[in-house]
């Protein structure tokens, strides 16, 4: 017996992931085949577009990640750098000091003149470096 080796190719697999299957129906012999193919079309006109165009679908599109680490480095980078920062918070106080340690909810902030302060991240309006501020005298 001859037996041929097949290989498939790429698009090969793809259109097959693509197809879904349909249900076969299984006859107990009363029904003709007939039938049992005039049914399958009933069922196939009772589809929705919606289910058709979902079984098309491939690949859907991957949300971006929920944390992108940035904040993490400028913290870091701020903290190991002793930069002075200008902390101002939702009232419109103004905090100036260095970073000494973050976490998820709060910021540790040392003071040279004014005792240290633990600052919650939720009223902290923006914050920038000392060195940036730009003074109306200056102008």
């Known amino acids: 017996m ?3 080796l097949i290989r498939t190719t790429l698009a090969e697999v793809k259109g ?10 299984r006859s107990n012999g009363s029904r003709s085949s007939n039938e049992g193919g005039q049914q399958r079309e009933r069922e196939r006109e009772r589809s ?4 058709a165009s979902s079984s098309l679908q491939v690949k859907k599109r991957v949300p971006p990640p929920n944390e992108t680490n940035a904040e993490i480095f400028y913290y870091k980078k ?3 750098a002793h930069t002075v920062m200008v902390i101002v918070l939702l009232d419109g106080e103004e905090i100036e000091g260095t970073i000494e340690w973050y976490d998820r909810g709060a ?8 005792p240290n302060l ?5 009223n902290v309006k923006y914050m920038y470096k000392a060195d940036e501020r730009v003074e109306a005298a200056e102008e």
């Open 16 to 25: 097959k992931v693509r197809e879904v299957p349909q249900p076969r129906e």
């Open 78 to 80: 701020q903290i190991d």
């Open 48 to 51: 929705t577009p919606q289910q």
């Open 2 to 4: 001859n037996r041929k």
């Open 107 to 114: 910021l540790k902030v040392n003071r040279k003149s004014a």
């Open 118 to 122: 633990l600052v919650l991240k939720r």
